[in-house]
């Protein structure tokens, strides 16, 4: 998979500490230079108050300052199964790659069992991998090469079959009923840096599945570069709590 930083509120931590101190403040934040604003926060830069803004907000739970930073990603190659699981979040925004208009007519069945066109599972190739609900442990190499064979049989006789329901004249949006759950697709999603936190709450967690708890490390190490101090403070003292119902 890949995961990219499309678009993002320039400053967001500014913001943050703007949209916090309004308000505690007795004056009209939009007059102000936020060095004025930022005033009587403890530190001695600018940096160091951002930081004591921010800690202390997310150590109160003062969430709602969070809301006004926007970050767009783009998501490319997780499974229709791993996409399933992120559309869940009604605050987050989508754009999902459609498999009615777009057709997986050229590619190359046996490139597939390669991986191409849909999404190998780790626990198809590697005998030691322990997943959720799993009926053995870990396995031998003869029982994990049987599985990496059924495995790719699998996904390379779906997408034959769709390809040649599609030159049987099928249209896309009903061939497609006999592709894997697993079968690749690239999104674009939005969402502000609170929710970011509770995707990450969710996602990110032991108990999340191995897809979506990858991709949603990859969302954190880009937001940390974009918004460092909350999503440093976020890794250090937030992530892996028990999740709240209302971050
Ligand atoms: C490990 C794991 C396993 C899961 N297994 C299943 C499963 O087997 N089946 C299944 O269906 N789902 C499953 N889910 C999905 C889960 O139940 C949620 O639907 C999903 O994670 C969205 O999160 P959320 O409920 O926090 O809502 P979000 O849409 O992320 O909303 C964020 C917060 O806003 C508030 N909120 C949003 N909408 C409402 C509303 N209408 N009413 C009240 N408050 C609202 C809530 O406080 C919510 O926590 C699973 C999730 C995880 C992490």
């Known amino acids: 998979m890949k995961v990219q930083l499309l678009e993002a509120t320039e400053d967001p931590e500014e913001l943050i500490c703007t949209a916090a101190r309004n308000d505690y403040y007795d004056g009209y934040v939009g007059d102000e230079s936020f060095?004025?604003?930022?005033?009587?926060?403890?530190?001695?830069?600018?940096?160091?108050?951002?930081?004591?803004?921010?800690?202390?907000?997310?150590?109160?739970?003062?969430?709602?300052?969070?809301?006004?930073?926007?970050?767009?990603?783009?998501?490319?190659?997780?499974?229709?199964?791993?996409?399933?699981?992120?559309?869940?979040?009604?605050?987050?925004?989508?754009?999902?790659?459609?498999?009615?208009?777009?057709?997986?007519?050229?590619?190359?069945?046996?490139?597939?069992?390669?991986?191409a066109m849909v999404v190998t599972p780790p626990s198809a190739a590697d005998p030691d991998w322990v997943g959720r609900n799993q009926r053995t442990g870990t396995v031998d190499d003869e029982t994990v090469a049987k599985r990496e064979e059924l495995f790719q049989r699998s996904v390379r006789q779906s997408v034959e079959d769709y390809q040649?329901?599609?030159?049987?004249?099928?249209?896309?949006?009903?061939?497609?009923?006999?592709?894997?759950?697993?079968?690749?697709?690239?999104?674009?999603?939005?969402?502000?840096?609170r929710m970011l936190m509770h995707v990450a709450d969710m996602r990110a967690a032991a108990d999340a599945q191995w897809e979506i708890r990858e991709m949603t490390e990859r969302v954190l190490d880009l937001a940390s570069d974009w918004c460092p101090i909350t999503f440093d403070y976020y890794e250090s003292e937030m992530k892996n709590r028990k999740n709240r119902l209302a971050p």
Do not use: W
Not at 36 to 54: F, N, P, R, Y
Not at 65 to 82: D, K, L, W
Not at 92 to 99: A, H, N, P, T
Not at 166 to 192: C, H, Q, W
């Open 35 to 115: 060095e004025a604003v930022m005033e009587s926060i403890d530190g001695e830069s600018i940096e160091e108050k951002q930081e004591t803004l921010i800690g202390h907000l997310l150590d109160h739970g003062h969430f709602g300052p969070f809301e006004h930073p926007q970050v767009t990603f783009a998501v490319e190659g997780i499974s229709r199964s791993c996409m399933a699981q992120i559309t869940r979040h009604r605050h987050v925004s989508f754009d999902v790659q459609s498999m009615r208009y777009v057709s997986f007519d050229d590619v190359d069945p046996a490139e597939v069992e390669e991986g």
């Open 164 to 193: 040649e329901l599609l030159d049987l004249g099928m249209p896309p949006e009903d061939a497609r009923f006999v592709l894997p759950i697993g079968t690749k697709v690239n999104m674009v999603m939005s969402m502000n840096a």
